[in-house]
């Protein structure tokens, strides 16, 4: 089907629904979430560098939820398809400590906890979307979404 | 009327009968399992565990608290569940084909027991009880054990895992390559520093080449681990060149602002290795320009 252009989400059965929401509670968590990030983002057609950026922001947020609460959280994943743009969303969610300082938070090489502290800037510049909010006390969600470029679109996906 | 048996003296009367039943039960009960049994061990393994257990467990009914498993009476099958448990995990049977084992013997001690005390249906209840509470936490011991085996073979797993993945070449005198494979988590990153740094202090070395090839993804944390890495090793004089990072992985560590300028890198394992001989003084030329 080279040409031909995805206007619906290819099987949102296989991915996306299924195991949509994956628990964060344990280091090696992180590599699950990362590696379920590629199916997605393979599944979507995605381009290699598109879905290095957005495994790697899984990965960052990921890493967080383990290292900055106690109890992990987690990670959802969403095949986005609106008016003919489709794309991949993500949420992380947790019920820890969360930012106090969200503007320091998202500054580059600002770290609680002896990071490099680039993770949430990080992010946000890996990704086309980001969105996040947090009550200290109550726990944190950031939602981060990237979009499908023209050239992706047309692309055949099994060219990838 | 004679007073009726107890199940301990049921058991202990006609345990042949019982064996026998049992044997056949644990045959017969999961056609899958079964066959996978015959596959995993033979007939006559299966009989000297079920008669050692059966022993083991007319001592156990016989307990005067049979909720209490740290009765001493009951000591001989826990210890005999665990070890049968212990060596079924290992060999590989799956949790249901394990506890089943124990499981079985329920049945086919209640064929027995309803011939034997059907006159008494309050007799028949009450051993009835007790040989349920008895066999369920029986079978609570093996799932336990099954559990805990299967995690300590992980865990074994996972430290042969880490000890081959991290291995330290002496490529020249004076120069090391450390080829990273795979993911770079805390303990993982612990271990490549270790042997990195032993590497360093047994070969010593001057110059150590970290290759990345074959770690699919840098992020904020394991560009910190190799930050780590790097750091450490200048402490000990060596200076390190960080090779094999890919195109992807360059332009998401840019995005990440992540600052590895303070490293020696370079794309090819090649062109590290050249420069790595070029800071001990030595370079690769071809025959013809030497002579």
């Known amino acids: 089907m080279a040409?031909?252009?995805?206007?619906?989400?290819?099987?949102?059965?296989?991915?996306?629904?299924?195991?949509?929401?994956?628990?964060?509670?344990?280091e090696h968590h992180v590599q699950i979430v990362r590696r379920h990030a590629l199916q997605c983002t393979a599944q979507l057609g995605m381009s290699r560098l598109s879905s290095h950026y957005v495994a790697t922001a899984v990965s960052e947020l990921a890493n967080n939820l383990f290292f900055h609460t106690s109890n992990g959280g987690e990670i959802r994943f969403c095949c986005l398809d609106k008016a003919g743009r489709v794309g991949i969303e993500i949420i992380a969610q947790d019920e820890g400590p969360g930012i106090v300082d969200i503007a320091a938070?998202?500054?580059?090489?600002?770290?609680?906890?002896?990071?490099?502290?680039?993770?949430?800037?990080?992010?946000?510049?890996l990704m086309d979307e980001f969105e996040i909010s947090s009550k200290p006390g109550i726990g944190t969600r950031i939602i981060a979404r990237k979009w499908l470029t023209e050239a992706e679109l047309c692309c055949d996906r099994k060219s990838h | 009327m004679t007073?009726?048996?107890?199940?301990?003296?049921?058991?202990?009367?006609?345990?042949?009968?019982?064996?026998?039943?049992w044997l056949e039960v644990i045959d017969s009960e999961t056609g899958a399992g079964a066959r996978r049994t015959d596959l995993l061990m033979s007939k006559a393994e299966l009989r000297t565990e079920a008669k050692g257990l059966a022993d083991a467990l007319t001592l156990a009914f016989a307990a005067e608290d049979y909720t209490d498993l740290a009765a001493p009476q009951f000591q001989p099958a826990v210890l005999l569940l665990r070890e049968i448990s212990a060596s079924r995990a290992r060999q590989g049977f799956?949790?249901?084909?394990?506890a089943s084992f124990v499981m079985s013997l329920k049945s086919a001690l209640l064929q027995f027991m309803q011939q034997e005390f059907k006159g008494d249906q309050q007799h028949l209840n009450n051993e009835m009880t007790k040989m349920n509470v008895i066999i369920d936490r029986l079978a609570m011991v093996t799932f336990e054990t099954y559990a805990i085996t299967r995690e300590e073979v992980i865990t074994e797993q996972s430290r042969s895992l880490l000890e081959m993945s991290t291995p330290v070449i002496k490529l020249w005198d004076g120069v090391v390559l450390m080829p990273l494979v795979g993911v770079i988590d805390t303990p993982r990153s612990q271990q490549i520093i270790a042997s990195l740094l032993k590497g360093i202090v047994d070969y010593q070395a001057q110059v150590a080449v970290l290759d990345v090839t074959g770690v699919p993804m840098m992020d904020t944390k394991v560009a910190q681990h190799l930050i780590s890495a790097v750091d450490a090793s200048r402490m000990l004089g060596a200076e390190v060149v960080l090779t094999g990072i890919s195109a992807d992985a360059a332009q998401t560590l840019v995005r990440l602002s992540v600052d590895l300028s303070g490293m020696r890198t370079s794309g090819l394992l090649k062109n590290g290795i050249k420069e790595a001989l070029s800071i001990i003084g030595m370079a690769i030329t071809s025959k013809d320009r030497a002579s």
């Open chain 1, 3 to 26: 040409g031909a252009k995805l206007t619906t989400c290819p099987d949102p059965e296989d991915c996306f629904r299924r195991p949509s929401c994956l628990p964060v509670t344990d």
């Open chain 2, 3 to 21: 007073k009726l048996m107890t199940v301990a003296e049921l058991m202990k009367e006609k345990q042949a009968e019982i064996l026998e039943v």
């Open chain 1, 105 to 125: 938070a998202m500054t580059d090489g600002f770290s609680t906890n002896g990071g490099l502290g680039a993770g949430l800037g990080g992010v946000r510049r």
């Open chain 2, 94 to 98: 799956n949790p249901t084909e394990t």
